[in-house]
C-alpha cells in the first residue's frame, strides 16, 4: 500500500475530522483512509448509475412514461 502525506492542511478540518473518527470508534488515520475511500467509491457508483440511466433512456426512447405525480396521487388516494 502507498503512504500519502497531506501539508499545510487547516486546523479546523483536522479538529473535524478527529471528532469524526472518534464518533465512529477510528482512529484518525483510519477516518481519513475511510473518508478518501467511501469518496472514491461513491464517484465510481455515480459514475455507473449515470450510465445505467443514460441506457435506461435509451432502451425505452419513443415509449410513453407515467406520470409518477399522477401515480403517486392515485395511491395517496386509495
Given amino acids: 500500500m502507498g503512504t500519502l502525506t497531506i501539508r499545510n492542511l487547516d486546523d479546523r478540518v483536522i479538529d ?14 483510519g477516518e481519513v483512509r475511510h473518508v478518501l475511500a467511501d469518496h472514491t467509491d461513491r464517484r465510481s457508483r455515480m459514475a455507473e448509475f449515470r450510465e445505467r440511466t443514460k441506457w435506461l433512456a435509451s432502451a425505452t426512447a419513443g415509449t410513453p412514461q407515467s406520470d409518477s405525480v399522477t401515480l403517486l396521487r392515485a395511491d395517496r388516494d386509495r
Fill in 16 to 29: 473535524k475530522l478527529k471528532a469524526q473518527a472518534q464518533a465512529n470508534q477510528r482512529s484518525l488515520e
